[in-house]
T-cell receptor
Framework: GAVVSQHPSRVICKSGTSVKIECRSL??????MFWYRQFPKKSLMLMAT?????????EQGVEKDKFLINHASLTLSTLTVTSAHPEDSSFYIC?????????FGAGTRLSVL | DAKTTQPPSMDCAEGRAANLPCNHS???????VYWYRQIHSQGPQYIIH???NNETNEMASLIITEDRKSSTLILPHATLRDTAVYYC?????????????FGTGTRLTIIP
């Protein structure tokens, strides 16, 4: 079964609103989680590394004020897309390490109208 | 970070073995090779991983060349449900900073 739970699976919002996506590790603790973005027919692009109890590490070109990451517990990381615009529409995926193996959530399809 | 390259697409007849290549010529000694697949609008699913020895599990086999510059994922008896995008990933582990570098992916189509 799934070891990483991501919620919601799909969200539609109006331009200017903020959207929060949750990523939970099931039955294991994850001090580090990862957030990816995927454009249609493209590979996954790492956005940021979420660290429990400390600030997230963002990849070059990713706006930290736009994509707020909070990793408040060992089983939960959240990604908030602030003041969403249509260009933020994308597929967002999280992952967490279980032992040596990265496990991915099912993804969140964000559509900004 | 090591880069990986994969052919953009491949076809394979149902019931035959699907062999998916991946080039990772700049891989370093402590980097693992992982394979995942992604069915449309879902998260990537783990298939197999290895460091330098060949590996086999219930889903697939992974063949890594002796110089570790390339690898091949083998699905021994492809079914229609194996149609997906397959990603070859090099995993770097540096003092706890786990960084995943995704390849371009191969879109595998299993033909009835």
């Amino acid at each position: 079964g799934a070891v990483v739970s991501q919620h919601p699976s799909r969200v539609i919002c109006k331009s200017g609103t903020s959207v929060k996506i949750e990523c939970r590790s099931l039955d294991f603790q994850a001090t580090t989680m990862f957030w990816y973005r995927q454009f249609p027919k493209k590979s996954l692009m790492l956005m940021a590394t979420s660290n429990e109890g400390s600030k997230a590490t963002y990849e070059q070109g990713v706006e930290k004020d736009k994509f707020l990451i909070n990793h408040a517990s060992l089983t939960l990381s959240t990604l908030t897309v602030t003041s969403a615009h249509p260009e933020d529409s994308s597929f967002y995926i999280c992952s967490a390490m279980l032992g040596r193996t990265p496990n991915f959530g099912a993804g969140t399809r964000l559509s900004v109208l | 970070d090591a880069k990986t390259t994969q052919p953009p697409s491949m076809d394979c007849a149902e019931g035959r073995a699907a062999n998916l290549p991946c080039n990772h010529s700049t891989i370093s000694g402590n980097e693992y090779v992982y394979w995942y697949r992604q069915i449309h609008s879902q998260g990537p699913q783990y298939i197999i991983h290895g460091l330098k020895n060949n590996e086999t599990n219930e889903m697939a086999s992974l063949i890594i060349t002796e110089d570790r510059k390339s690898s091949t994922l083998i699905l021994p008896h492809a079914t229609l449900r194996d149609t997906a995008v397959y990603y070859c990933i090099v995993r770097k582990s540096n003092f706890g900073n786990e960084k995943l570098t995704f390849g371009t992916g191969t879109r595998l189509t299993i033909i009835p």
